[in-house]
Structures are given as structure tokens and as C-alpha cells.
């Protein structure tokens, strides 16, 4: 099967998921989107509610800026793959719960070995300790390599962070271009 195939296969066997008690608030799933071969994947935490009326990953006002983030990278959200720690929306946007999140790792995890980017990069600390299982701050964690199973990771600021606190966009910058540096982009 081809990577595209194997994604579609495994949203298919997602299918309408009730493995936790996410399902019982959600509208819809968020499964991923983008490139199933792509170079470069981002994983933030979970949808939030614009992206669960929606279905798809990034669609808010932090969205927007993730966009506006993969664009100053000389790409496009067609050539990236993004993809959430879980898949449905925690009511009042709270984290993931452990149970939660062991009952969508599997998805992730398949997802990452469908696309097998060359990098991850983690939006934010719950999707950065999630992914490393670390338990460290983001500021301590970001602008420096880590691995994934052989695959570079780089933990940056979640974009919704970003629009909180602007003093951060300079370092998420920062973060993004030693991705471009490793990709060959510039």
C-alpha cells in the first residue's frame, strides 16, 4: 500500500472512535491532514474547538499562525503531515488525561511510522513530553535535537502560546530555522 493508503486505513479503522470518554463530548475526530510521505510532521496536543466543528488540525486563530509558521518556511500545509496527541477535542480545552492518551498513542504512533518524517516538531510542552516522555519545561526543551525512534525531534512554542506571549515568536523562529538548516531549505 502506499503511505496515502495506509493513512486512510487507519483513519478508516479509527473509524467513529469511543475508546475514552472523549468521544462522549467531541463533534468530530481530528485524525491529521497533509502529506502522508512528507519530510516534516508536527504533533500538537489535542483539537481545540474550532478544529473539532471543523475536523482538522490547526484551524483556529492558532491555525493561522502555524500556517503563517509553515509558510515562512518555504512550504505548505500540503507538504507537511499534522497531526494532535489525541484526537478529540478535552472539554473546556483541559490536557489530555493519561488514559486518554494511551488510548490514542497507538494512532500517533502508527501515523509517525506511515509518514516517517525526518523531523517532528512538537507544538508546545504537553506534545513535547507526551512524545519524549520527559517531563522537562518547553523554554529548557526547545532549540535543541532530540529523538523519536531515530527520528529528530524539535520542541517549539505552541502557536496559541505564541499569540499570548510575542516575545516568543523570535525563538520559535529560531527553532524553525534549524529545521530548515536540516532539511536543506535554507
Known amino acids: 500500500m502506499t503511505p496515502g493508503e495506509k493513512m486512510a486505513f487507519l483513519k478508516n479503522y479509527l473509524g467513529d472512535c469511543q475508546r475514552c470518554r472523549l468521544s462522549q463530548s467531541r463533534s468530530r475526530i481530528v485524525f491529521g491532514e497533509g502529506d502522508p510521505s512528507a519530510r516534516l510532521m508536527f504533533i500538537g496536543e489535542a483539537p481545540g474547538f474550532h478544529e473539532d466543528r471543523e475536523g482538522r488540525p490547526f484551524v483556529g486563530k492558532s491555525g493561522e499562525l502555524l500556517t503563517g509558521m509553515i509558510r515562512g518556511m518555504k512550504l505548505s500545509r500540503e507538504q507537511v ?73 524539535m520542541p517549539t512554542y505552541h502557536p496559541a502560546f505564541l499569540m499570548r506571549d510575542e516575545a516568543k515568536k523570535r525563538p520559535a523562529w529560531e527553532d524553525l530555522k534549524m529545521v530548515m538548516r536540516r532539511l536543506g531549505l535554507g
Open 81 to 153: 503531515y499534522i497531526a494532535n496527541v489525541v484526537k478529540c477535542r478535552p472539554p473546556e480545552n483541559r490536557n489530555p488525561s493519561p488514559t486518554e492518551i494511551q488510548e490514542c498513542r497507538p494512532f500517533l504512533q502508527k501515523q509517525i511510522a506511515v509518514v516517517q518524517p525526518e523531523i517532528i516538531v512538537t507544538l508546545g510542552l504537553f506534545a513535547t513530553q507526551t512524545l519524549l516522555g520527559t517531563e522537562g519545561r518547553i523554554g529548557d526543551l526547545r532549540g535543541r535535537w532530540h529523538d523519536y525512534q531515530g527520528i529528530a525531534v
